[in-house]
């Protein structure tokens, strides 16, 4: 029996799976239903509120984070060391630290600047787009059953 997965979520890929009519809804979907483990920090709900808010509104942002935090499979972390990996575009290190902090197992992503951290022996981070997400998850699913 497989563990569920444990990944960090880039606001990018959180925000392309709000809508009901995105193809990529099923991210949120199987966040619901319990399927992942989502890890998240003060910072990334403060960002995924800020540009949730800027492209619906207030209101969709607040109900999506009051639902990020009372998810059983939603951890709120404080990591407490910078790694300071992502020298292009610096905000982005939250992420990693959230992700190294965690132990989890991916960061979904399609943002450019997390391209150079495979080339990083150490800390190793696993970065995946929402496609091989999708494989993942489903393969892990079907091995839990």
């Known amino acids: 029996m497989s563990k569920k997965l444990k990944i960090v979520l880039d606001t990018n890929i959180l925000l392309v799976s709000i809508s009901s009519k995105s193809k990529y809804h099923w991210v949120f979907i199987e966040l619901l239903n319990g399927n992942y483990e989502l890890f998240v920090t003060n910072d990334i709900l403060l960002e995924y509120e800020e540009i949730i808010s800027s492209k619906y509104n207030t209101s969709v942002a607040k109900n999506v984070i009051r639902t990020l935090l009372y998810l059983q499979n939603v951890t709120l972390t404080a990591p407490y060391f910078k790694w300071n990996l992502i020298d292009n575009d610096k905000d982005d290190n939250k992420f990693v630290d959230c992700y190294i902090f965690s132990n989890c197992n991916y960061i979904v992503t399609h943002d450019r600047h997390f391209a150079h951290l495979k080339s990083i022996k150490f800390p ?22």
């Open 124 to 145: 190793k981070v696993n970065i995946c787009n929402i496609e091989e997400f999708k494989k993942v998850l489903f393969v892990n699913l079907e091995d839990s059953y």
